[in-house]
């Protein structure tokens, strides 16, 4: 019945599609869940969910913005599972948090958690190889794929170890820093992709500073497919829409689309996500700012 | 209580009990490691302690005196000891670690330290340990304590570091950490991060503890000269991140005295804190309900942090040492007595373990005629200021 994070990816991208992955904070805007379902609406393949934390070191000040607000606004991880039990939107979903909320009981009863209000994935960037153990065999238990970062700093040999543990997909940063938007797409990023996509068959997706469709496409070249927040959350706290939001994640859908040099089969699993024509489509990417 | 020995080696978890670790994103791991190896590597080298040892005697102004409280322990009923870290030059412990990562920053070939300040004083001896090596220094400072830690502000300035105001949240040190890491992440490559307490991921806390060794263990050789018992009954010291206390722990653990570290009641993750996970390590931590990390408030912009360093959370657990609070307050009133009994301006975090030890002496928590070791952490010039507005 169910289909993990990892086999839905894995079937898209064996039907020729690079793979996308916007990413909302809970709560940073009231209506946050329509966004999610613009972005399935789009051509997402999955969405990620950041739960929001008081203290997000790996975030730069976009995601630490859109997080305080969501917090002022009272938001909990025990209303965000409520609100995410609702949606049915056809593509996984996959938590993003970091250590503090993830282990505020247990490791155990938060993935039991995300698993019984549907969530097919975490990805918790302060949690790394060594201290993952637990939380991967709880994570396992529960059907909910673990997701493990990769950085450019990340040796060969702990490759091997990431790529091993990790589920879902892995997670490859572009960069050494924090997330947010950012001009070029840098050459170790095209090194680590074609590094992990020697070690693994799991899908492989770029994060931290996609900004715009080209860049997008051009990093999806070196992997599987991106993951894009910042440029997103940017847009949103500056007052977009969820459809703006939508058609600036369908002008990032096409650009990858471009870069394929087969016709997806969009066919494959996807039944509710068959690209219809969409007169949105003709719109570009919103303004900056 | 466990097979290690309390305050080892915590090996390469960095575990001490359930707390510690190295929860940071996959992009540090390696220079946790590079840095952990770096100083494994020149702790067991003769030549990088004799170096140390040398800077911390003719540059830190090491050994510090051990100062009996005359006065004040006539009035108290007690002994009184005071180890002068307010006497090392730039004025708080901070130096003693600060030297220590400075010289293993440069034998990695770092050409920059990153620090996060509080109060002023790490960053103040970040700058200057920079300056000496000749290293570049920023350092990250909360937009509050900037405003009321002005005087280090202008000190770091004059010390050619350079300091960069964090506005996010509670503008303070729990800010400046993060805002550190961020930027660490980002130039990890030619710069070394000088924490600055016994917190942070392995090995920091465990490294910053083995700096500051050297308080607990000159004051044991100076207990031991000046006690008949050789071992005061007390052993008391201020908690921020823990690093004077954790280094002054270090020389009494293996002893009968009873180790107390105090916290601002404002910031006490000891008292009311649950466990967590902050800034690379588990630990208690002040948070809410839901999880998400509550801002400290005390006087002293040093103590103002949510956590505590991962050793302290385990000599909690076992019961080897306990935590204690005190209100600001108690902190400013035990301030003016000991700079008037004994002409000694204390630090305000400093002053926290004398307002404990004045307040259990005169409540009888104390038994009279004990001896008490109290680390001075700092000295008060940077709080007069600030003093000003709350006598
Ligand atoms: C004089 C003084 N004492 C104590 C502290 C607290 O730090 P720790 O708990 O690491 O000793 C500070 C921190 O800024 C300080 O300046």
Redesign the interface.
Known sequence: MTTSLEEFLTARRAAGRRLLVPYVTAGAAPGWTDVVRAYADAGADAVEIGFPFSDPMLDGVTIQEASDRAIAAGTTVTEILREVTALDVGVPLVAMTYGNLVFQRSGAEFCAALATSGLRGLIVPDVPLEEAGDLADAAAKEHLDLVLLAAPSTSRDRLRQIAGRSRGFVYALTRMGTTGERGEVPEQAARLGRDLKELTDLPVLFGFGVSSPAQAAELARHADGVVVASALMRRLLDGARPRELGEYVASIRRALDGAVDREPDEHATLPRHRRRPDPQDQVGPLPRG | MTEHALMSDPGT?GRFGDYG???????L???CHEIEAAFRDAWADPGFRDRLTTLLTVYAGRPTPLTPAHRLSRELGITLLLKREDLTHTGSHKINNVVGQALLAQRMGKRRLLAETGAGQHGVATATAAALLGLRATVFMGERDIERQELNVLRMHVLGAEVVPVT??SRTL?DAC?EA??HW?????DSYYCLGSVMGPHPYPWMVREFQRVIGEEARAQCAAELPAAVPDYVVACIGGGSNAAGTFAGFVDTTARLVGVEAEGGAAATFGR??????F?SL?L?DE????QEAHSVAAGLDYPGIGPEHAHLRDGGRARYETVTDAEVVRALVRLARTEGIVAALESSHALAWVIRAAESGGIAPGSTVLLTLSGRGDKDIASIKELL
């Not at chain 2, 992440?185 to 490559?189: F, I, K, T």
């Not at chain 2, 466990?275 to 690379?280: F, Q, S, T």
């Open positions: 978890s670790g190295r929860y940071v994103p996959e992009s791991i390696p220079a996010t949240g729990k993060n890491m961020r992440v980002a130039s990890v490559d466990a967590g996970v902050l800034h690379g588990r931590v948070q839901h999880g998400q990390v």
